[in-house]
């Protein structure tokens, strides 16, 4: 199976194009998903972070306080290392745990920090998302309430803009409306059902 990597910058459209993706029944791991549901109540990760980070790193209902551990590991290299220690493996485990019940010409693998951890060897093919920096500050900002300093310091913890695109394959410029992206979808759909792996 032709395994594609899609990755991009905060608020870049990588969700929006995973919607898109879909319409097309590609199969989708998506990788903020598998996150999400490894810090579940009663989920080892979620254990080994209280042990590492305290009970401060949760709240009262014995659920994450992701609040807090933001705060923990805003300006923190060792404490932010240390979850990404406790979470990294984790996740790419259940990637592969996904990849091997699919029988698909191709699938997606959206990760977000695929270049950050330096997993481009998991994929075939790395389709990155790309729109200028203002634009994911806009989009951002008005997604999620924030304000342009906070957009501004997660766009700084990640890998620039730059080097990112020297990584793609291929480049999805999502700087226009959605029917346009829809339409660059579809063409990357028929492009990868082609893929023989
Ligand atoms: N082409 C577009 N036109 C208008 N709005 C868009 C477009 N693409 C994305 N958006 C909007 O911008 C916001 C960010 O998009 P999306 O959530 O897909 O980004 P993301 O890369 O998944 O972000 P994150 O890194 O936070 O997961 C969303 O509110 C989405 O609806
Ligand atoms: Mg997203």
Not at 5 to 20: A, F, P, Q, W
Not at 103 to 112: E, G, L, M, V
């Amino acid at each position: 199976m032709y395994k594609v990597g899609l990755t991009g910058g905060i608020g870049s459209g990588k969700s929006t194009v995973c919607d898109l993706f879909k319409h097309h029944a590609t199969p989708i791991i998506d990788a903020d998903e598998i996150a999400h549901a490894l810090v579940m109540p009663g989920k080892k990760a979620l254990i080994q972070i209280s042990e590492c980070f305290g009970q401060d790193s949760m709240t009262d209902t014995g659920t994450l306080n992701r609040a807090r551990l933001r705060q923990i590991i805003f300006n923190d290299a060792e404490k932010k290392q240390q979850l990404e220690s406790i979470m990294h493996p984790l996740i790419y485990t259940e990637i592969e745990r996904q990849l091997s019940r699919l029988t698909d010409a191709y699938c997606i693998i959206a990760i977000p920090l695929l270049i950050e951890t330096k997993m481009q060897a998991l994929v075939d093919h790395i389709l990155v998302i790309d729109c200028p920096m203002e634009m994911q500050i806009n989009r951002v900002e008005l997604r999620d309430q924030l304000t342009n300093t906070q957009v501004m310091n997660i766009i700084n913890s990640q890998v620039c803009r730059t080097e990112r695109l020297t990584h793609a394959d291929s480049i999805l410029y999502n700087t226009q409306d959605i029917t346009y992206l829809s339409h660059q979808v579809d063409k990357l759909h028929q492009k990868f059902l082609k893929q023989t792996k």
